[in-house]
């Protein structure tokens, strides 16, 4: 089989994510991946939240945490209820400026429900007001000037993971791995999983 | 620092999911890539279906493809209108088999919708139904199986990438490398791509 | 005012719908109603589906069995659970032929769910399935025949009411009725319910 | 048949309903109607928002505008694009201050997108930057006091239509009126409407 053009594009898009992926998992800090599995399994309900593909990144993650029996909620979703200070808000947002999201996080903040930030910024403004942040790496400003400059050398123009797509599939996949984690430390099977999983298809 | 067993079993599950995307990456065949970024240009209207966080997948997937100026639905949204013989569906189903999947096809079928199928089982109802498939492999039941014994054996008995996790992960990761792809063929700029994102945050 | 032509379409439109209401409030039995309620605070949990525009009906009256502290789902959602014998599925369908409300009735009904049907056909498959069934006459085939000769002797082709509109808002505004009823019973103000009203806007 | 008091109650709820319903249609200016249905008809794209169940009445009223050929978006969903100056936002909000409402509408603005407001109140945030206004009474702030005077007068301590229904409804049943209007003023039957339907159910 003979490698086209075409597909070399797709394989490097692939590996771009797969590289972030790998820069971020080797760089995660244990002490605050306890934390967060902690703060996950104590709280009265966990609301997932998060704009656009963040968004889709929050409700995979919400569906999972469903399936090991949390009580959890999307916000914006029909039936999520209002916020209590047994709560916590898990906040997806690569910038940490998305204008929604500081405005539920502060509304979080005043009920006294913990927050969780997933977000390439800690210091950012929605890193500022969590109680525990999760850095994910994903394309930062110098990365995609040096990029530019780069390709424009080398005759690539364009961006292979454009916008957020490396903070969000890079998001997705730390999440995912968290829900395995949160497997071991609940004494949840497979088979416990599927057993909540939804009959309807 | 040191790394405790808990982070191992984090990064266990994310290198579980990074080695899947690796190995369905080096299997991709570019005259079938070729085909399917062909056929979500020619269509005058690109419909998406999933169900669960394969369905999160395709929404994933298809806020790119309006990013790119391709018109595009979601089956199930507010505003999503009937199929005509120009459009084009892509169904992702891990099994090829979710019931309601399958009815949409048949019906997409009738109407002389062609049919993308993007699953792990080619010769699955799905599969066998579309015009186009595209092998995306998830863990496999005889690999569910064999894992099964060498965990039981290791004293492991949890899976670490529960469901269709490898499947919907590898296929996000799949279509982000298609939209890559896309942005090429289609000559457009991440800064055409961010004057048609949601002002509205 | 000069009232013009284009108002008093309007006008009449609304005028259908109120006068569908009026007649399905007329003929609601006691003994049905007080069932439902029943069941509906009985359940474990109760869950909501409906296609389309019923959809957003079953959604609207989901919100409001949430801000009475009832446990409900909406079918589909991120993270609804799977159903069991101790729940109840209410689906709304005003043909009650809908394919797939009806797949879903036959999952909750293999489960031992109670299956409360909404629906203008009380001898459809949906209804011949359900535990209990609400009777909501939307415009029936016959009507809407005689309506088209009427119409075309008047010189009116249209309808004012086109598709499933007759059904669907008289169905919201009895389930509406509903939860002013189911207030009482659980002894419930307004405040309870703001209490449980997302803070998030 | 003997009608238990709780029937009564049911009905009751029903007729306030009803009773608002009429008394907006009775105070509907048939110019501003006008104006309205040509600023639909007009614009290159509608963007419809509402938070709550309001955005469950956009919805419907969305899929309807759909089904009439216009091109139209619910804010929030998956494929909805950017706002240009040649699309209209019409924006539901019975207070006319929900946050997230008038944050966007001050993007359509900026953006030069025309705004309409359905609201019951016309010097609200929304209603204020709203280039047409539709005022959709519902339960005023003075009603309530009053209501609840009379009420715990006449020893009902309850509201009937808690919260935001009464203009809910009321808000769903002008639009449908609206839709009616429409079809006359574009000439669509409702076969060109079921035509646009979708046929996965």
Do not use: W
């Amino acid at each position: 089989m003979v490698l086209t053009v075409k597909q070399l594009i797709l394989n490097d898009a692939i590996q771009e994510i797969i590289d972030n992926v790998l820069s971020v998992s080797g760089e995660l800090d244990p002490k605050n991946i306890e934390e967060m599995t902690g703060l996950l399994q104590s709280s009265k309900n966990v609301f997932v939240m998060g704009l656009g593909r963040s968004g889709l990144v929050a409700r995979a993650f919400a569906m999972r945490l469903m399936h090991l029996g949390i009580s959890v909620y999307v916000v914006g979703e029909t039936t999520t209820p209002a916020l209590s200070p047994e709560d916590c808000l898990l906040a997806i947002s690569g910038s940490g400026e998305t204008f929604s999201i500081i405005s539920a996080a502060e509304i979080a903040h005043k009920r006294g429900t913990k927050i969780i930030a997933v977000t390439s910024y800690v210091d950012s403004t929605l890193g500022e007001m969590a109680d525990l942040v999760v850095h994910i790496k994903g394309r930062t400003k110098i990365d995609s000037e040096k990029n530019y400059i780069t390709r424009q050398i080398n005759g690539k123009h364009q961006s292979l993971s454009p916008m957020g797509t490396l903070f969000e599939v890079t998001s997705l996949i730390f999440l995912d791995g968290l829900i395995a984690q949160l497997m071991i430390e609940l004494g949840k099977t497979e088979e416990d999983m599927k057993a909540r999983h939804t009959l309807i298809e």
